[in-house]
């Protein structure tokens, strides 16, 4: 076993109003530079919809993630490395700017600078902010925001729904989707890179571009199944979302985190054992959620804590993973779910699924309190497909879906009935599996946790980084008590995980 460090970030799916506060203070922090205008590090999608850029769930079209082959190895679907060499000039598996859209800005000297007295209204016009040429604006990062843009139908999550699902007003349904990169466990991206440029840092597992190293190859851009590489048209260099590694490293939550008004992302640590990803991303697709939980290594077990402390991992560290959210939500209660795991990067943002639809449980049963039948009952006929989020979140494993939809509307009834008469409905308890802390304390984890319980962030880091730092240098040695056995040096010197680039 070989203990590694992930900080990962859970968003409950419930809560986002999709006022995209998450993609402005990103974008101002990070992409608001030449040659990053249409670049959204974070951006915000209405579900059911193509996304941004359009399609990028159609891997069938972009050739992003992994798949298994003939003989039941993983490979990239980008092809292996010669395949990857033959198109290194032209490679046809890039999304253009129009699947991303043409950044517009504005002549606003015309408002400005209006002469007094005019008959008619100045209006400001759109011009590209590429070419600087008057265009017309025809799709954004956020166009099909709340249903506009007619083209929810074409959401590939809606194969075979076809005659369950009407897009008529009052019988649609819409959620909102805040996507980041995902920080991949097997990221796509770093072993398609044929530069070397894109790595996993060894101490928090962020994936990250080395911006000396990339010379502008595009493969990663390809290889991401979730698109969340971009091409800076200035530099011509990759770049992605850092996971605001600076603010990370002192132990502060990333911006979108921190400015989120639904307040409905959790950040923490979580262990895994290194040695099994390649494993768990290998499995049947039946499997791989089951795979990729069990990566995850408990916090509280002792022998997991003994061996951090033997790894050289920081005792804050140890207590931080201890007391991580994202560890709570994903392996204890159960109800955080992996965005697309089939796409098989093993991604390390995971979701609560949206369960607004059956909020009056008890309401559509007549009652004041729901018992578990109304619940359960009412689960069974959400207005979101359990389908359509089966295809999102579980590679298409709709009774896991359901079970933790089932666990959260049973909280909500559960609460309802103990705060309305101080009635608790055990039979609830008894078809989720859970007892009444352990829901109470679930409730509030998603409802009212504060700022320190959901940004769970050791601020020892910079100390871990600064020991990688001085193995880079071939200064081996622990100045801070980290332990040099608990990295792998890499054979060219550089930091970051060796992600073996063989298996493509
Ligand atoms: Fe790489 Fe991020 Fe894409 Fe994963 S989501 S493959 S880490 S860019
Ligand atoms: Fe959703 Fe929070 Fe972003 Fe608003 S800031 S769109 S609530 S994730």
Not at 144 to 172: C, H, I, M, W, Y
Not at 283 to 290: A, F, G, I, R, T
Not at 491 to 502: C, F, H, P, Q, Y
Request: hydrophobic residues 40%.
């Amino acid at each position: 076993m070989r203990i590694r460090a992930q900080v990962a970030m859970v968003m409950n799916l419930d809560k986002c109003i999709g006022c995209h506060t998450c993609s402005v203070t990103c974008k101002q922090t990070w992409t608001n530079r030449e040659g990053t205008e249409y670049v959204w590090f974070n951006n915000v999608e209405t579900k059911p919809g193509i996304g941004y850029p359009k399609h990028y769930e159609d891997q069938e079209r972009w050739k992003g993630g992994w798949k298994l082959d003939g003989r039941g190895r993983l490979v990239l679907r980008s092809g292996g490395r010669l395949a990857r060499l033959g198109k290194i000039f032209a490679n046809p598996d890039l999304p253009s700017i129009d699947d991303y859209y043409e950044p517009a800005t504005f002549d606003k000297d015309v408002l400005v600078n209006a002469p007094a007295g005019l008959s008619d209204t100045p209006v400001k016009r759109p011009y590209s902010a590429l070419t600087g040429s008057p265009m017309s604006v025809q799709w954004g990062a956020n166009w099909e925001d709340s249903l506009g843009g007619q083209t929810a139908q074409e959401d590939p999550n809606l194969a075979g729904l076809a005659d369950r699902v009407r897009f008529e007003f009052e019988k649609t349904f819409m959620f909102h989707l805040p996507r980041i990169c995902e920080h991949c466990l097997n990221p796509a991206c770093v072993s398609a890179c044929p530069s070397g440029a894109m790595y996993k840092r060894e101490e928090d597992g962020i994936v990250l571009v080395d911006q000396d190293r990339c010379r502008g190859w595009r493969m990663c851009v390809s290889a991401c199944p979730y698109k969340k590489v971009y091409v800076n048209h200035a530099t011509g260099k990759a770049e992605k979302c850092t996971l605001c590694f600076p603010r990370i490293e002192a132990g502060q939550p990333t911006i979108c985190a921190e400015t989120c008004v639904g307040r409905l992302r959790y950040l923490g640590i979580v262990w895994y054992d290194e040695d099994a990803v390649l494993a768990a991303a290998s499995v049947p697709e039946s499997e791989l959620l089951d795979a990729q939980r069990g990566v995850f290594l408990d916090p509280h077990d002792p022998v997991v804590r003994a061996a951090a402390r033997e790894a050289g991992h920081p005792e804050e560290w140890i207590e931080a993973a201890a007391a991580s959210p994202v560890w709570t939500l994903i392996s204890e209660y159960r109800i955080a779910l992996p965005l697309h795991p089939e796409y098989r990067t093993l991604p390390m943002v995971w979701y609560v699924p949206p369960l607004s639809p059956v909020l009056d449980a008890a309401g559509a049963a007549g009652r004041d309190t729901a018992d578990a039948d109304d619940v359960f009952h009412t689960i069974s006929e959400l207005r979101i497909p359990l389908e359509y989020l089966a295809s999102l979140f579980t590679a298409g494993d709709v009774e896991v879906v359901a079970g933790v939809l089932m666990k959260l509307a049973a909280m909500r009834s559960y609460m309802r009935g103990r705060t309305l008469d101080g009635t608790v409905a055990a039979e609830l308890l008894d078809g989720i599996g859970m007892t009444g802390e352990q829901v109470e304390a679930m409730y509030r984890l998603l409802a009212i946790a504060k700022y320190d319980e959901r940004y769970v962030i050791p601020a020892a880091h910079s100390r871990q980084a600064a020991v990688l730092d001085s193995q880079a240098a071939g200064q081996p040695g622990c100045p801070v008590g980290f332990h040099p056995d608990s990295v792998t040096p890499r054979a060219d010197g550089r930091r970051g995980l060796t992600i073996d680039v063989e298996r493509s």
